[in-house]
């Protein structure tokens, strides 16, 4: 079992930077394909970045490709979303997540098994 918790979220002008951050809780934080989805009403989950530890690569939706960085500190079980150059239309709940089989399908929600409440970025025009 994880648990996880998301901090960091808030108001940002157009162009601001914002970083949100993961704490978990649990199993070896490693174990876990750690990402980062958002949704703003109405819509579906959406996959915005993720990072794979067993075989140290990130990926990325071509969204935030270039302005978003995810990293993670596995000694402290955080995992990080630096958000640059920030757009009205990143504006959603940021969740994060974990996945325990590291499924190839990153980029659909339902392949998470663990999530966090939620983080809310709202940037300004």
């Not at 070896?28 to 703003?40: G, I, K």
């Amino acid at each position: 079992q994880v648990q996880l918790v998301e901090c960091g979220g808030g108001l940002v002008q157009a162009g601001g930077s914002l970083r949100l951050s993961c704490g978990a809780s649990g199993r070896t934080f490693s174990s876990y394909a750690m990402a980062w989805f958002r949704q703003t009403p109405g819509k579906e989950r959406e996959f915005v970045a993720t990072i794979r530890w067993s075989v140290g690569s990130t990926y990325y939706a071509d969204s935030v490709k270039g302005r978003f960085t995810i990293s993670g500190d596995n000694a402290k079980n955080m995992v990080y979303l630096q958000m640059n150059s920030l757009k009205p239309e990143d504006t959603a709940v940021y969740y994060c997540a974990a996945d325990r089989d590291y499924s190839s399908r990153y980029y659909y929600a339902v392949e998470y098994d663990y999530w966090g409440q939620g983080t809310q970025v709202t940037v300004s025009s």
